[in-house]
């Protein structure tokens, strides 16, 4: 089994109305070669957690899973099928 850890640095914003929140970065961490998990945390400009909707897709054939924050503002996504190519 390999392990391996990768960060990913997310460039998106959480719109809320007309207010736009800074999303954290996320951390995609290989447990093995072929499944990935994403995780984070969106906060807003103050730190504050945020219950947002979350959707990631795999690159290569743009297949989706969403998936909603807890009250943390904390989420998790597993590809059971990594690529390490996500947005």
């Known amino acids: 089994m390999r392990l391996a850890r990768y ?3 997310a460039v998106a914003a ?7 929140l800074p999303v954290s970065p996320l951390t995609l961490s290989a447990q093995d070669s072929s499944r990935d998990v994403i995780r ?3 906060t807003d400009d103050s730190s504050h957690a945020i219950v947002a909707t979350i959707m990631v ?3 290569p054939d743009r297949l989706t899973q969403q998936t909603t924050t807890d009250t943390a503002g904390n989420f998790r996504v ?3 099928q990594g690529s390490g190519d996500y947005l």
């Open 7 to 9: 960060f990913v640095s």
């Open 14 to 20: 959480v719109t809320i109305g007309v207010l736009s």
């Open 40 to 42: 984070g945390r969106v």
């Open 57 to 59: 897709t795999r690159g």
């Open 78 to 80: 597993q590809f059971e």
